[in-house]
Antibody
Framework: EVQLVQSGAEVKKPGESLRISCKGS????????ISWVRQMPGKGLEWMGR????????NYSPSFQGHVTISADKSISTAYLQWSSLKASDTAMYYCARKLYSSSSPLDYWGQGTLVTVSS | QPVLTQSSSASASLGSSVKLTCTLSSGHSSYIIAWHQQQPGKAPRYLMK???????NKGSGVPDRFSGSSSGADRYLTISNLQSEDEADYYC?????????FGTGTKVTVL
């Protein structure tokens, strides 16, 4: 069974750093991109960026480039999303999702989400 | 980069059908899209991949009530025999070599 299991909810203060994780199982982790998607409270889905776990190559949305870092450790089938200095506006639910290395393949499995709350 | 346009809401009676539309921006009418369902308080769920030809492939466990079709730049999701659990937000998604794009989502209400 394909699973993407994300780390638990986080409550942080502005200026703090954070790394959340997404662990894949039930498939070949290095055969799929992992994307991160933001959903702010009451809003829609926003694609943030993705990583190729086989070589850690990344693409970022211009809206998120420079604000977050996506990384992966293929030895433990885990992708990460991290912030060096959180802002209140980073409060959102964050999802990971996988995509096969194929031009015709969509995001086809999603993690359960990680709620990040940033408040002083 | 492509842009996806969705209406904000749709409603239909229990047991009836509803057809949602996702429109691709000019110059991108041949793009493949995907439909995702997000029930209240839950993570999104992949429903299907839909090509410009109208051919679609559904995800694992997606009921037969869900089907897809296409016309030009428009991609459709039809839900037949609408059930209470179909009340959700529905997002279309497309992608190219470097990015993914989501539509703004359609909220489906079951009357």
């Amino acid at each position: 069974e394909v699973q993407l299991v994300q780390s638990g909810a986080e409550v942080k203060k502005p200026g703090e750093s954070l790394r959340i994780s997404c662990k894949g199982s039930g498939y070949s982790f290095t055969s799929y991109w992992i994307s991160w998607v933001r959903q702010m409270p009451g809003k829609g889905l926003e694609w943030m960026g993705r990583i190729d776990p086989s070589d850690s190559y990344t693409n970022y949305s211009p809206s998120f480039q420079g604000h977050v870092t996506i990384s992966a450790d293929k030895s433990i089938s885990t992708a990460y999303l991290q912030w060096s200095s959180l802002k209140a506006s980073d409060t959102a639910m964050y999802y990971c999702a996988r995509k096969l290395y194929s031009s015709s393949s969509p995001l086809d499995y999603w993690g359960q989400g990680t709620l990040v709350t940033v408040s002083s | 980069q492509p842009v996806l346009t969705q209406s904000s809401s749709a409603s239909a009676s229990l047991g009836s059908s509803v057809k949602l539309t996702c429109t691709l921006s000019s110059g991108h009418s041949s793009y493949i899209i995907a439909w995702h369902q997000q029930q209240p308080g839950k993570a999104p769920r992949y429903l299907m991949k839909l090509e410009g030809s109208g051919s679609y492939n559904k995800g694992s466990g997606v009921p037969d009530r869900f089907s897809g079709s296409s016309s030009g730049a428009d991609r459709y999701l039809t839900i037949s025999n609408l059930q209470s659990e179909d009340e959700a937000d529905y997002y279309c998604e497309t992608w190219d070599s470097n990015t993914h794009v989501f539509g703004t989502g359609t909220k489906v209400t079951v009357l």
